[in-house]
């Protein structure tokens, strides 16, 4: 079913939950389960525990346009009370949803019969004390505030700023700037979009705020570029304090140079020093005090540099891989084709290839690291770059914000891998 492929995932700030959303408009919320008694190393696993319809399809008549209900980007907000909430939001609509459990209802009602029905006043003679009664555990998601008609283009980012009072939304040409209390107005932080569009030359990628300072986000382009603004410095950040973009070397310009170029996710490091770039071939690694080239790129797949012809043809080479730090920004991660994901250690410089499959999701099955070869012999342990299936490519994964354990959407499957416990 396509409507099930997973279009995000998410771990919330504790990691006891862990969001998808999918194509159907669908979020389920996993929640880790707490250790058993009896089985002190046995840490939890993700169970489901809640599942509900967060997008519908919808229809702008002024357009004639179908506005899918896929979830592109769900972003949780810290938990300040017993309840969860977090931000959804497909192509054009941002939601707000609550997420909180009930296991108690209220019994004996003054003005009401047990079905719900009003009574009549002149039949109650006695005064009744209600009473909370235990039942079933309910988990009910509700949406609490819905942010819409602010935005053109598609949406391809939602981040939330460190002073939990606002949000920004970023679609291919403008971002804008909420209040989490505000449906009705937005701001409009940045706006590229030239008097005429036929001068368009780039489009916002994506966009995320710095995790401590809540007056700096960056945002990426289709040219490759980050900018880093300040709204400090003025309401319209259309200028931005920082520009980094590595310049091209020029061995190895070809036809698909500028496509392969085009950003498809930044991520601040969370001590919020670094930013991480994923663009078609590389993950890239950026000091904010070094605008002029990243202080560390990683090479994800750079045997499909001689197959950019037959991606292109196959719109793969359009695919939106996304990046994650781990909760210590020393391993970053990023997904590939054949199911493989890449993790990269900063600090070790080693790096390993791990495939997300049904061989290898049985319980305590151990991952083992895979090997593409080019040409030539192939080991036996190897796959050749001629035999990668490029449907199943892995695009969202997440990390837990402060353990091993790691989240990777492939396809319609979630696999969720942990250090093993000794």
């Given at each position: 079913?396509?409507?099930?492929?997973?279009?995000t995932?998410?771990?919330?700030?504790t990691g006891?939950l862990?969001?998808?959303?999918d194509?159907?408009?669908?979020?389920?919320?996993?929640q880790?389960?707490q250790?058993?008694?009896?089985?002190?190393?046995?840490?939890?696993?993700y169970?489901?525990?809640?599942?509900?319809?967060s997008?519908?399809?919808?229809?702008?008549?002024?357009?004639?346009?179908?506005?899918?209900?896929?979830?592109?980007?769900?972003?949780?907000?810290p938990q300040?009370?017993?309840?969860?909430?977090?931000l959804?939001?497909?192509?054009?609509?941002v939601?707000?949803?609550k997420?909180?459990?009930?296991?108690?209802?209220?019994?004996g009602?003054?003005?009401?019969?047990?079905?719900?029905r009003?009574r009549d006043?002149?039949?109650?003679?006695?005064l009744?004390?209600?009473?909370?009664?235990?039942?079933?555990?309910m988990?009910?998601?509700?949406?609490?505030?819905?942010?819409?008609?602010?935005?053109?283009?598609?949406?391809?980012s939602?981040?939330?700023?460190?002073?939990?009072?606002t949000y920004?939304?970023a679609?291919?040409?403008?971002?804008?700037?909420w209040?989490?209390?505000?449906t009705?107005?937005?701001?409009?932080i940045v706006?590229?979009?030239?008097?005429?569009?036929?001068?368009?030359?780039?489009?916002?990628?994506?966009?995320?705020?710095?995790?401590h300072?809540?007056?700096?986000f960056?945002?990426?382009?289709?040219?490759?570029?980050i900018?880093?603004c300040?709204?400090?410095?003025s309401?319209?950040?259309?200028?931005?304090?920082?520009?980094?973009?590595?310049?091209?070397d020029p061995?190895?310009?070809?036809f698909f140079?500028?496509?392969?170029?085009?950003?498809s996710?930044?991520?601040?490091?969370h001590?919020?020093?670094?930013?991480?770039?994923?663009d078609?071939?590389?993950?890239?690694?950026?000091?904010?005090?070094?605008?002029?080239?990243p202080?560390?790129?990683?090479?994800v797949h750079?045997?499909?540099?001689?197959?950019l012809?037959s991606?292109?043809?196959?719109?793969?080479?359009?695919?939106k891989?996304?990046?994650?730090?781990?909760g210590?920004?020393?391993v970053?991660?990023?997904?590939?084709?054949?199911?493989?994901?890449?993790?990269?250690?900063r600090?070790?410089?080693?790096?390993?290839?791990?495939?997300?499959s049904?061989?290898?999701?049985?319980?305590?099955?151990?991952?083992k690291?895979?090997?593409?070869?080019?040409g030539?012999k192939?080991r036996?342990?190897?796959?050749?770059?001629?035999?990668?299936?490029?449907?199943?490519k892995?695009l969202?994964?997440a990390?837990?914000?402060?353990e091993?354990i790691?989240a990777?959407?492939a396809?319609?499957?979630?696999y969720i891998f942990?250090?093993?416990?000794n």
């Amino acid at each position: 079913m396509a409507a099930d492929i997973i279009s995000t995932v998410e771990f919330n700030h504790t990691g006891e939950l862990l969001a998808t959303g999918d194509k159907g408009g669908r979020v389920v919320i996993f929640q880790r389960e707490q250790e058993s008694k009896n089985q002190v190393h046995r840490r939890g696993e993700y169970n489901v525990y809640s599942t509900f319809q967060s997008h519908e399809p919808e229809f702008d008549y002024l357009k004639s346009l179908e506005i899918e209900e896929k979830i592109n980007k769900i972003r949780w907000l810290p938990q300040q009370n017993a309840a969860y909430f977090l931000l959804s939001t497909n192509d054009k609509t941002v939601k707000l949803w609550k997420v909180s459990e009930r296991d108690k209802r209220p019994e004996g009602y003054n003005l009401k019969d047990e079905e719900g029905r009003l009574r009549d006043p002149a039949t109650i003679t006695t005064l009744r004390v209600p009473v909370l009664r235990p039942m079933d555990l309910m988990v009910e998601a509700t949406p609490r505030r819905v942010f819409a008609n602010a935005h053109t283009y598609h949406i391809n980012s939602i981040s939330v700023n460190s002073d939990y009072e606002t949000y920004m939304s970023a679609d291919d040409l403008r971002i804008n700037l909420w209040n989490f209390e505000i449906t009705n107005q937005s701001f409009n932080i940045v706006d590229i979009k030239p008097a005429n569009m036929e001068e368009l030359t780039e489009v916002i990628t994506a966009a995320e705020f710095h995790p401590h300072h809540c007056n700096t986000f960056v945002y990426s382009s289709s040219k490759g570029t980050i900018r880093l603004c300040d709204m400090r410095a003025s309401a319209l950040c259309d200028r931005h304090t920082k520009f980094f973009e590595e310049p091209e070397d020029p061995s190895n310009r070809s036809f698909f140079s500028e496509i392969i170029s085009s950003i498809s996710d930044v991520k601040f490091s969370h001590s919020g020093r670094y930013i991480m770039t994923r663009d078609y071939l590389t993950a890239k690694v950026w000091d904010l005090n070094m605008e002029n080239r990243p202080v560390e790129t990683y090479q994800v797949h750079d045997y499909l540099r001689s197959k950019l012809c037959s991606l292109y043809e196959n719109d793969c080479i359009f695919d939106k891989f996304e990046c994650v730090w781990n909760g210590s920004d020393s391993v970053i991660m990023t997904g590939s084709y054949n199911n493989f994901f890449r993790m990269f250690d900063r600090n070790t410089k080693r790096d390993v290839t791990l495939e997300a499959s049904r061989e290898n999701s049985k319980p305590r099955a151990i991952l083992k690291p895979r090997k593409v070869c080019v040409g030539g012999k192939r080991r036996k342990d190897e796959i050749s770059v001629d035999s990668l299936d490029f449907s199943k490519k892995i695009l969202h994964t997440a990390w837990h914000p402060s353990e091993n354990i790691i989240a990777v959407a492939a396809t319609n499957n979630l696999y969720i891998f942990q250090d093993k416990v000794n």
